[in-house]
């Protein structure tokens, strides 16, 4: 079992940034992708951001693309999400998710899940 810890989120005004953190430990961290995810208030969990774990490879969700950057340090085992030019749209609980093999867009592809940090943004 992988455990995932998600850390970094808070109340910001409209226009900041924030970044988030995500932590797991396995044997072979560049064997993993990780994406990130997101959940408002009475909307479904929709995708953010995707790292692949070799490569570096990334992709976004239009609605953040230009925004926010994914990337990943190796030698701490964490990727981390930087959100800038933050918006009330964004307001959500993020979600960290894992899983061995490449980089997927798709939520249910992921088998590790943290369990969110909130995110506030107000205008």
């Known amino acids: 079992q992988v455990q995932v810890v998600e850390s970094g989120g808070g109340l910001v005004q409209a226009g900041g940034s924030l970044r988030l953190s995500c932590v797991f430990s396995?044997?072979?961290?560049?064997?993993?992708?990780v994406g990130w995810f997101r959940q408002a208030p009475g909307k479904e969990r929709e995708f953010v951001a995707t790292i692949s774990g070799s490569f570096g490879t990334t992709a976004y969700a239009d609605s953040v693309k230009g925004r926010f950057t994914i990337s990943r340090e190796y030698a701490k085992n964490t990727v981390y999400l930087q959100m800038n030019s933050l918006e009330p749209e964004d307001t959500a609980v993020y979600f960290c998710?894992?899983?061995?093999?490449?980089?997927?867009?798709?939520?249910?592809?992921?088998?590790?899940w943290g369990q969110g940090t909130q995110v506030t943004v107000s205008s």
């Open positions: 998710a894992v899983r061995f093999g490449g980089l997927t867009i798709v939520m249910n592809e992921y088998a590790y």
């Open positions: 396995v044997r072979t961290f560049s064997n993993y992708a």
